[in-house]
């Protein structure tokens, strides 16, 4: 089991769109729900958006509904946060984590539910 990678931030103008990828291995995308989430400097991290390890749920942050859409592509072992109308309160650090699937945290796609540790992230600022 591998380590998750991001990739994809970077600065874009409000009303910009923004692509992040997850990189995680076959082992961990098979038994794992994921997670996107994000930090903004000083305050705490929070869930953004989760996915099911069978495709069969998703979980939306209120503040992103309508504007993101997670998805995966098991082939290239990658889970995607696609995001659209960015505005600048979407401003932050993401990062994505696999999630115990046994516990309940995952659906509501709490932080807490990480089975491991937090990586790099990548760094997404939305600005004119």
């Known amino acids: 089991q591998s380590q998750l990678v991001e990739s994809g931030g970077g600065l874009v103008q409000p009303g910009g769109s923004l692509r992040l990828s997850c990189a995680a291995s076959?082992?961990?995308?098979?038994?794992?729900?994921i997670g996107w989430f994000r930090q903004a400097p000083g305050k705490e991290r929070e869930g953004v958006s989760c996915?099911?390890?069978?495709?069969?749920?998703?979980y939306y942050a209120d503040s992103v509904k309508g504007r993101f859409t997670i998805s995966r592509d098991g082939a290239k072992r990658t889970v995607y946060l696609q995001m659209n109308s960015l505005k600048p309160e979407d401003t932050g650090v993401y990062y994505c984590?696999?999630?115990?699937?046994?516990?309940?945290?995952?659906?509501?796609?709490?932080?807490?539910?990480?089975?491991?540790?937090w990586g790099q992230g990548t760094q997404v600022t939305v600005s004119s």
């Open positions: 996915i099911s390890n069978s495709d069969d749920y998703t």
């Open positions: 984590a696999a999630l115990n699937p046994y516990g309940s945290g995952w659906y509501d796609c709490t932080p807490l539910a990480n089975i491991g540790s």
């Open positions: 076959a082992f961990t995308l098979h038994y794992y729900p």
